[in-house]
């Protein structure tokens, strides 16, 4: 795609430069030269010369983020690349926009506790909602979805919002499943969000303990029963959490795990659940001994004497130092920033740096931040856009003083990606095969042609829910900025077909071409 | 342009480091020339994710371990309060699938129990990605087994094969693109590449795109064929009433495939799956319950889907089946967990309906896989094998490019 331009006209230049220096006779300095810079490439693989800084430039905002805004590009000129990332990765070094601090108060449901959430807004008859001085029409599933959005739009800590949807979808809870609906936007707060650059370790504790996650894979009910037990009946676990904390959080599926292992791993996380199972009146997480099955256990070759909670922690602590887990959330963070396929030679790197550092996610990312492979012209602009990437994207390159993203909220759950909404645990891909489709590729370009119009109400403060929005002033996109922002990363057939389309259409236009659908 | 052109474009899309997806299955264009005279005939392909308790659809009730194995979650037999609505003397219908109850009487609903792929796996994931694929115990066949089949048949439309899915599912992936539509209101709405001045824009910048190209194409041809439809139609258009609604429902997808396949004849494949609800671990209920629930959900929108299909129902196979089936005794939470064997659906005209097909050889410890699962002894590919042979003609080799390195084994008479 484009960085085949910066290709051509890294030539061409080189070409100029060449027959001059040619000219000149400068030969011998040049050999000694040319040694120099190949034994510099040779040695610092991060700096292959095929990429422009300009080029870098883009990657780092597509990959560590989502896409180019007019402040972000200019942060990324001014500080460098380098620079850049290493602030992105240290996200509480980067002023979040005041702003969008602001904004998020509103969502009145993201300061509250699981507890407090089930109390205020569980199943309420109409009266109770409409007294309820809390209740102001959004659900706490509805007030997630926004704040996730506006902070993809307008968040500077772009790599920090891009770890969340990345971990939220590794660790996924659907709102869908019953008491869920009410935790998804608590639960990225309390459980992901805080860990997204830290010890594997904690994300995975915080996740096997939150609410949200033992209600949705149902360990809360996982526990022996003592009453069947003493009828001499044989007791069967719940196996739901364990297996899919095995097969999708940790060491990933055909990792050499057995059938047994799963069985004694639910048996192990039996009693863990909730404080109040009945009534719910204290979903928190507590650990019942009496529901606990106290027998001796061998779990992936290691014994693990009967006792209590400890049983768990132990077994999490196991996974967590897995080889076959280092290399699968090598793989998967691979994937996400690199290529649907990627590199054995990268995953092998990151697995080793996740091994060295007992799971320290920065760790890992700066492996990979650092890698040829991550700055491989081949990989750069190839890597195609979930909704999600894209619409966000494309209004982040508009500009737009984004105050309501419920207009994205709606494309994005047209197009199969509703925002918390993957009903299974493996979370939503980022692969091309699921999310490239006939449907899907017109959808996007008829959507960013009506964003183009101004016709979204994307910058008036979201009217209340059930009614329209206010009829809004509309003005169209300026395509200049837009093109002045994004053409260099279009190739020069696009740019041209764009300044010889009519004038009305060229913000579509930019924002609709098929170098934009890759990231 | 002609599809066997796409092919063209997707073959020469290899050197492309990321067009993988498109290309790996690779059906030669001359393929499609297949002369057989198979157009009329329209399988649809209805999977319920999250595997379906398959022994609580089709219920042994003469079996007693049934009811030892499953003391709270057991439908009662026929004849008791809530009891299953009688089949055959040995099976019981679900109460909440009476809706089809008169399908069974005509006999144009069938089942093949016992029945899924024979790769054993208790993910959710590669279990389904199994039967997408058609390749069991090969996760690496990257093409759905839908494609494939779409590569093989003369029908060379944009709409040949449709999905009502809001993403294109991995079965119908693969080197041919193929179109799919939620039932979300979009195909009534004008958009904005309805209007020829963005059609030409878009036209024009997607001209070049190596990998989009096609795919832009086939979205933009398919959704004219589709919007003539409406376009011509009078207010009571079913497709209009289905799409109005605008809640992509099971019954709402349904209401909307049929009438898109009622009126266009060249629709031939379809595939519409229900995601969730089916992986009752917990509290599955009995004849009421949680998984009644879902299961009077299916009905109604199988109901609607027949109803809607009409005069074409009687040229139209539905086939509806679940990655595997579930524990037979149930949990100490009133659920179930995964399992093995499972029941595979049969409705349409060729159908030889009012009969459970397959190698039944009851609950008895001995007879379980590993002693705890429902056996497979129907490879899901054998019933589906016959209605390609049969119900759209395709001849052996053809057969072998759908389901690779696969012998039918038992062929089942289930087709009139």
């Not at chain 1, 905002?61 to 602030?87: D, H, K, M, T």
Request: charge should be neutral; hydrophobic fraction near 40%.
């Amino acid at each position: 795609m484009w960085q085949t331009i910066w290709q051509k006209t890294w030539q061409k230049t080189w070409q100029k430069i060449w027959q001059k220096i040619w000219q000149k006779t400068w030969r011998k300095t040049l050999v000694v030269c040319l040694t120099g810079c190949c034994w510099l490439c040779w040695n610092q693989p991060s700096l292959a010369a095929t990429l422009s800084n300009e080029a870098k430039v883009f990657h780092v905002l597509n990959r560590l983020g989502f896409g180019a805004s007019p402040s972000s590009l200019e942060q990324v000129r001014s500080i460098g690349v380098e620079a850049y990332i290493q602030a992105q990765l240290h996200p509480s070094s980067i002023p979040e926009s005041a702003i969008l601090i602001d904004r998020l108060q509103q969502f009145e449901t993201l300061q509250l506790s699981p507890t407090e959430l089930l109390q205020q807004y569980r199943v309420l008859p109409t009266e109770v909602v409409e007294s309820n001085a809390n209740f102001k029409g959004l659900t706490p599933l509805d007030q997630a979805t926004q704040a996730k959005l506006l902070r993809a739009i307008s968040s500077p800590r772009q790599l920090e919002e891009v770890m969340v949807d990345f971990w939220y979808n590794h660790f996924n809870v659907a709102s869908d499943k019953g008491l869920a609906r009410y935790w998804v936007g608590v639960y990225e707060r309390d459980a992901i969000r805080p860990y997204v650059f830290g010890k594997f370790r904690d994300l995975l504790g915080a996740t096997a303990k939150h609410p949200a996650m033992l209600f949705y894979l149902d360990n809360w009910v996982n526990g022996i029963s003592p009453r069947a037990a003493r009828r001499g009946e044989l007791d069967e676990v719940n196996e739901n959490y364990a297996r899919e904390v095995m097969e999708l959080h940790t060491m990933g599926v055909g990792s050499g795990y057995t059938e047994q292992d799963v069985i004694t791993l639910a048996r192990i996380f039996t009693g863990w659940g909730f404080c109040q199972p009945r009534q719910f009146e204290d979903p928190n997480f507590c650990f019942n001994p009496k529901r606990h099955d106290p027998s001796n256990k061998i779990f992936l070759g290691t014994s693990i004497p009967g006792g209590g909670m400890e049983e768990g922690e132990r077994a999490l602590d196991i996974l967590a130092r897995h080889p076959a887990t280092a290399r699968y959330i090598s793989d998967r963070l691979a994937q996400y920033f690199v290529a649907d396929r990627p590199p054995e030679s990268l995953v092998n790197r990151m697995a080793q740096t996740f091994q060295d550092t007992n799971g320290e996610i920065r760790a890992v990312l700066n492996t990979l931040f650092d890698s040829p492979e991550f700055w491989d012209p081949q990989v750069v602009g190839h890597k195609f856009k979930s909704p999600y990437q894209f619409m966000v994207a494309a209004v982040r390159s508009s500009g737009m003083d984004v105050k309501n993203a419920r207009p994205i909220g709606s494309i994005l759950q047209q197009l199969g990606m509703r925002l918390y909404g993957c009903p299974s645990p493996d979370g939503y891909k980022n692969t091309q095969d699921v999310w490239l489709s006939p449907y899907a590729i017109t959808r996007r370009l008829d959507w960013v042609a009506v964003l183009a119009t101004g016709r979204l109400p994307l910058t008036v403060d979201p009217p209340p829910l059930g009614e329209r929005a206010t009829r809004i002033e509309r003005t169209p996109l300026a395509y200049q900025p837009l093109l002045d922002l994004l053409g260099s990363t279009l190739s020069t057939e696009t740019q041209q077909l764009i300044e010889a389309s009519p004038p009305r259409l060229r913000a579509a236009a930019v924002l609709g071409s098929p170098e934009l659908m890759y990231r | 342009m002609k599809r066997r052109h796409f092919l063209h474009l997707a073959l020469t899309a290899t050197t492309s480091a990321c067009a993988a997806q498109w290309v790996n299955a690779r059906p030669t264009g001359s393929s499609r020339q297949n002369p057989a005279n198979s157009s009329s005939q329209r399988l649809i392909v209805i999977m319920l994710r999250g595997a379906v308790d398959g022994l609580n659809v089709v219920v042994p009730y003469q079996e007693a371990a049934y009811y030892q194995l499953r003391e709270t979650i057991a439908i009662p037999k026929p004849g008791q309060p809530d009891g299953a609505i009688d089949l055959d003397g040995f099976f019981g219908l679900h109460p909440a699938l009476a809706p089809l109850q008169p399908l069974w009487q005509q006999q144009s609903l069938a089942f093949v129990h016992a029945c899924g792929s024979p790769f054993f796996t208790r993910s959710h994931f590669d279990a389904q990605t199994y039967l997408e694929n058609g390749t069991p115990g090969d996760k690496s066949t990257p093409a759905g087994w839908m494609n494939r089949l779409l590569a093989v048949l003369p029908n060379s439309s944009p709409v040949a094969a449709i999905s009502v899915e809001p993403t294109l599912p991995r079965i119908l992936q693969g080197s041919i693109p193929v179109i799919n539509l939620p039932a979300n209101g979009t195909l009534l709405q004008p958009l904005p590449l309805d209007t020829p001045a963005y059609r030409d824009l878009f036209n024009q910048l997607y001209q070049d795109a190596p990998q989009l190209h096609p795919i832009y194409q086939e979205g933009r041809e398919a959704r004219q064929i589709l919007r003539r439809l409406i376009s011509a139609a009078d207010p009571e258009n079913p497709i209009l009433t289905a799409n109005e609604i605008g809640r992509p429902t099971f019954a709402n997808n349904a209401r909307q495939l049929a009438a898109l396949m009622v009126q266009e004849p060249q629709i031939q494949l379809a595939f519409m799956s229900i995601d969730g609800g089916w992986d009752t671990h917990v509290a599955q209920g009995g004849s009421t319950g949680a998984l009644a629930n879902q299961l009077r959900q299916l009905a109604e929108g199988l109901k609607v889907l027949v109803d809607g299909l009409g005069s074409i129902y009687a040229e139209t196979t539905i086939v509806v089946f679940s990655e595997f089936g579930r524990t037979v005794q149930e949990n100490l939470n009133r659920g179930t967990d995964h399992g093995y064997g499972n029941v595979l659906w049969l409705l349409g005209g060729k159908i030889r309906g009012g009969q459970v097909y397959g190698d039944w050889r009851g609950l008895a410890t001995n007879e379980l896989h590993q002693g705890r699962f429902l056996p497979i002894t129907t490879d899901f590919r054998d019933p589906l094998s016959t209605l390609l042979q049969t119900h759209l003609h395709l001849d052996r080799s053809r057969l072998s490019q759908v389901f690779p390195d696969f012998t039918p084994q038992s062929q089942l008479d289930f087709l009139s």
